[in-house]
């Protein structure tokens, strides 16, 4: 299980942009897949978008066309860039590996967009 940082997140204005960083630790980072999830209160931890060793990348359909996941392996980091923001993306995101092993999760980070 790697071990990871989430930073990046803050107050937002709806249709604003933020770029969310996730530092790893650990030398097989290049060969796990990675995903960014998001969490609200009151509501399951949802996926929000992930990408492969081989930096094939999917989303849920609520972040397609707004949100860029991608990688560097050199700097072991995972990147989620999120433009148009809406009221509805506030959440403490997190990043993790996939498969998820154990109950690992990290800090997080918290997004708030207002309207």
């Known amino acids: 299980q790697v071990q990871v940082v989430e930073s990046g997140g803050g107050l937002v204005q709806a249709g604003g942009s933020l770029r969310l960083s996730c530092a790893t630790s650990?030398?097989?980072?290049?060969?796990?897949?990675m995903g960014w999830f998001r969490h609200t209160p009151g509501k399951q931890r949802e996926w929000v978008a992930s990408i492969t060793s081989s930096s094939s990348t999917n989303y849920a359909d609520s972040v397609k066309g707004r949100f860029t996941i991608s990688r560097d392996n050199g700097k072991k980091t995972v990147y989620l860039q999120m433009n148009s923001l809406k009221p509805e993306d506030t959440a403490v995101y997190y990043c993790n590996q996939i498969p998820q092993v154990g109950t690992y999760w990290g800090q997080g980070t918290q997004v708030t967009v207002s309207s």
């Open positions: 650990g030398s097989i980072f290049s060969t796990l897949r």
